[in-house]
């Protein structure tokens, strides 16, 4: 059997590819496990200063594995939330690296939820973004009513939930949902063009810079204001802030170590 989740490091990127591409990646308990164990390296490794996630095949993720339990078998839902899409949502959101994810094709349900609790997203012109959960009876999860009133306000996020439309990457883009969306043979090349750039930058600060951005809601201006200060503190006598300075005053390049 095939790897449900395949991972390589290359010039500091963590590639991460969902890999069940014949269910068309949908989640199963194999596919969290591999994901858990790419974070795992995502965390320890220091070699790894970036992580790029993406599908195989044509689809980017059909969500929950909706074929795995026999018919009518007794199922707890909150239960495989609770030990394995929210934790896997949270260690994305808390890594102290950047996670780009590049869309390749439809994103359904988890699987639009997982892409969008992602830094930055890239999706190619082709893939598409679908909040299955209400044709199947469910509210969104995987952090999806958070994300979407968030990204898009309150209106379009009750409307992907309430109807489940296809909303296609170019609109997605334009609704603010997603970074940018390329062209389809552009996508790869674009995402781990962004993604190796991330890691060469100053991996303490995109650390700092997500985590900063990630608590702007839910504080108030001036609780942000101190965040700021003192995330800032904490960079002054970083070797990335002395490179950064140093190179603009000598007019060249920088060169990041991320410490
Ligand atoms: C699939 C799936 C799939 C298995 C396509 N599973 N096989 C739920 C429960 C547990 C806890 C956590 O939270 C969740 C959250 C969720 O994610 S709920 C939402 C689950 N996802 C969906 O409802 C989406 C279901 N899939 C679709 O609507 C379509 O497949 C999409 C729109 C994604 C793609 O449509 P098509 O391009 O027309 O492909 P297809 O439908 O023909 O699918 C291709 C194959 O993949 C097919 O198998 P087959 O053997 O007939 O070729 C599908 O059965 C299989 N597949 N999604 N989620």
Redesign the pocket.
């Known amino acids: 059997m095939s790897e449900a989740v395949l991972s390589g490091v290359e010039s500091g990127v963590l590639r991460v590819t969902l890999n069940r591409p014949?269910?068309?990646n949908?989640?199963n308990l194999a596919m969290h496990a591999g994901l858990a164990a790419a974070f795992d390296q995502a965390e320890a490794d220091a070699a790894v200063r970036a992580v790029l996630v993406t599908g195989a095949g044509r689809?980017f993720s059909?969500?929950?594995?909706?074929?795995e339990r026999k018919p009518g078998e007794p199922v707890d839902?909150g239960e495989?939330?609770e030990q394995r899409?929210n934790p896997l949502v949270k260690r994305m959101r808390a890594l102290e690296k950047p996670v780009v994810c590049a869309v390749n094709g439809?994103a359904?349900?988890?699987?639009a939820n997982f892409a969008l609790a992602c830094d930055l997203v890239l999706a190619a012109r082709s893939a598409s973004f679908?909040q299955?959960?209400v044709?199947?009876g469910?509210v969104p999860?995987?952090g999806g009513t958070w994300f979407l009133p968030g990204l898009a306000g309150v209106q379009r996020a009750m409307g992907l939930a309430m109807t489940g439309e296809r909303l296609s990457a170019e609109d997605a883009e334009r609704w603010g949902l997603i970074w940018k969306c390329v062209p389809d043979d552009q996508l790869m090349a674009e995402a781990a063009k962004l993604a190796t750039a991330l890691a060469q930058g100053p991996t303490r600060t995109l650390g700092l810079i997500k985590k900063a951005i990630y608590s702007g809601t839910e504080r108030n201006l001036q609780q942000q204001l101190d965040l700021e200060r003192d995330l800032q503190r904490s960079l002054g006598d970083s070797a990335d802030y002395r490179e950064g300075v140093a190179a603009f005053r000598e007019k060249r390049a920088p060169k990041f170590t991320g410490r």
């Open positions: 014949e269910r068309l949908a989640f689809a059909a969500g929950a594995d909706l074929q839902l495989s939330l899409y439809v359904a349900g988890a699987g679908i299955a959960f044709k199947i469910l999860d995987c």
